[in-house]
């Protein structure tokens, strides 16, 4: 048995010429890697002395879309959305199906107080408020030096 070392850049493709290059082009295709990524909202989170503030980009959904979570300490957001079009013309018929979904998962520190989440919906934007217990919200103060 003798060992064969492949050499990478021009002689890559050596024993099948071409194949990676079938491959790369099917893949690189537009139309189907917008279908294979997934396609996850992008989230913002910000912490206030009051408490934190989660707010994700998800236009084109509705409220009853979303289902919010909390298990322990672990804020969940997930949604499901399946629809489907259906278009009659002239002598063809097209049906399209859509199907949409997500999960978003966040670790909550246990500062939170978990019985005062408020979560809205408006403008493609979820904004959830997730409050701070009493005693763990941080007086400030100035310290002297002395």
Known sequence: MSLVKFQEGKNR???APGFSDIFESFFNDSF????MISRVPA???AETDEGYHIELAAP???KEDFKIDLERNMLNIS???KSEETENNKKYNKREYSYTSFVRSFTLP????DGKIEA???DGILRIKIAKQ???KTASRHIQIR
């Open 13 to 15: 493709n050596v024993l």
């Open 32 to 35: 189907l890697s917008d279908r």
């Open 43 to 45: 989230v913002n989170v």
């Open 60 to 62: 084109g959904l509705k």
């Open 79 to 81: 949604v499901e959305k």
């Open 110 to 113: 246990d500062s939170v107080d």
């Open 120 to 122: 809205e919906y408006n």
């Open 134 to 136: 009493e005693e763990s």
